[in-house]
């Protein structure tokens, strides 16, 4: 049908595509974004918020504190859209003293990256976090981490973008990476359109791969459901995110300048729901996520479940994602595998994507993110 | 497959009408203006704008202002309402206690 042509052609509408094209418009690049569903209907909009630095992997914590220091303070005036960012702190308890231990190594590993954290006791635990269960004995505090809406955020960029003349295409989904003399030139989609572009970007989570490997680059990387539920209106209860450590079965929340609480956690069953083509909402996680929410907030216990969603998380497999040029192939960049914690460095991830596509080098040093770390 | 949807396509400016302060929403409490204006910030189908204004998020999660949402934007972008997707229905259906999921919550 038609052939468009841009500086930078995207595929993946989600929350790195929509990002990356903001900042390509705001550097005078011409952008197409091609989205196969709607925007930001992946793991965009189905993550728990949370922006944090504590607990992140050297290579891609340098992303997160480059955000949480340059973007998101002032992203909602920016954008024009409240986007709920609150650095309001991360809290991850401990309930025995193997908890206190894990916390313990926690903090002192984190202090060696420069990253301020601290043990509570159970008192000050609970002077900041009232409502924690009388079982909690300790705490682990991020001060500087916090959260922001997800949905708000991905739709912002998209919104934000639109308005400097990105060019959004939904329904378009991409099948394949377009060379010629070897350089990535453009996307060719299942509706038989071609779009070229001078430099070509994959952002489409799980599915970058496949459009990948119709360049013969493989990321290595799985599907995971994650499941969230969402709690009716509360009064203010407490700012910061909640962390479950992964031992005691794992999960995060917190309150939305709403009111609604939103908290998801794990189950040990994952491995092995029934494997479905969409994310589905399984019998058994709502519950388990009930039982884990209240065995660390019994206040939780008389409120009432509005809502739970599901999502997959696109696992890499050393749980950091792939962000940059693909050497093998010029002119093609990608950003997938964020293993569930891309959310929080998505602003400065496609900060550096925009950098990289315009050949500047990136404000974050990413080296340890490239695809070249897979060869071995 | 979803719609090709080339969101930078001319819907025409956004006029202010007499009656956008009526509340389309109302467990949110989300007026006709905010999702007209959500609609000409590009948000073109039912989830964007649940997404983006909160509207049909609310506790009867759309039940009552979907159809007319899904006419609003049938109207402002100039396409049959039979032409736009719903939002996904999430369980649980009605609000249902903590408790009540959970097992062995007292």
């Known amino acids: 049908m038609s052939n468009q042509c841009a500086d930078v052609v995207i595929a993946g509408g989600g929350v790195m595509g929509n990002a990356t094209a903001y900042y390509l418009r705001k550097k005078g690049c011409s952008v197409i974004v091609l989205e196969e569903e709607m925007l930001g209907n992946g793991g965009s909009s189905r993550n728990g918020g949370g922006v944090r630095q504590s607990g992140r992997d050297n290579r891609e914590l340098p992303l997160a504190i480059y955000g949480i220091g340059n973007i998101w303070p002032h992203l909602s005036e920016e954008l024009g859209v409240d986007i709920e960012y609150h650095q309001a702190g991360n809290i991850k308890f401990a309930k025995d003293e193997r908890g206190v231990e894990f916390y313990k190594k926690v903090v002192e590993q984190n202090l060696k990256k420069g990253l301020e954290l601290r043990m509570l006791n159970q008192a000050e635990t609970r002077e900041i976090c009232p409502l924690v269960s009388d079982e909690i004995i300790a705490s682990c505090y991020c001060p500087s981490d916090g959260h922001a809406n997800a949905l708000m955020t991905t739709l912002a960029f998209y919104k934000r973008a639109r308005e400097l003349g990105a060019r959004f295409i939904t329904g378009e989904k991409v099948l394949s990476v377009k060379l010629h003399k070897g350089r990535a030139k453009g996307v060719i989609t299942s509706r038989g359109n071609v779009y070229e572009g001078d430099k070509i970007i994959i952002t489409a989570g799980y599915e970058s791969r496949a459009i990948l490997n119709s360049v013969h680059i493989d990321v290595p990387m799985r599907r995971k459901l994650i499941e969230v539920i969402i709690i009716e209106m509360q009064p203010k209860i407490f700012p910061m995110m909640i962390t479950i450590p992964d031992y005691d079965g794992g999960g995060y929340g917190h309150q939305t300048d709403h009111g609604s609480f939103v908290f998801g956690g794990h189950i040990p069953l994952e491995n092995y729901l029934r494997p479905e083509e969409k994310e589905v909402t399984q019998l058994i996680t709502t519950a388990s996520n009930c039982n884990q929410l209240v065995s660390y907030f019994p206040y939780f216990k008389d409120a009432k479940v509005i809502r739970s969603w599901s999502g997959w998380t696109d696992l890499c497999q050393d749980e950091v994602p792939v962000i940059g040029n693909i050497d093998e192939v010029p002119g093609l960049l990608t950003a997938c595998g964020f293993t569930g914690h891309g959310f929080g460095i998505s602003p400065a991830v496609a900060a550096c994507l925009s950098e990289l596509a315009v050949d500047k080098e990136p404000s974050v040093d990413i080296s340890g993110l490239s695809y070249s770390r897979f060869i071995m | ?106």
Request: proline share 4%; hydrophobic share 35%; aromatic share 4%.
């Open chain 2, 1 to 106: 497959m979803a719609e090709y949807l080339d969101r930078s396509s001319d819907i025409g400016k956004l006029v202010a009408m007499p009656d956008d302060d009526m509340i389309i929403c109302r467990c949110e409490e989300i007026t006709k203006g905010e999702i007209r204006k959500a609609i000409h910030d590009g948000m073109w189908t039912m989830t964007e704008i649940k997404r983006y204004t909160r509207a049909g998020m609310g506790l009867c999660q759309g039940q009552t202002c979907s159809r007319i949402i899904k006419g609003m934007i049938a109207k402002e972008l100039g396409v049959l309402p039979l032409s736009i997707d719903d939002n996904t229905a999430r369980v649980p259906v009605r609000p249902v206690e903590v408790r009540v999921y959970g097992k062995g919550i007292n």
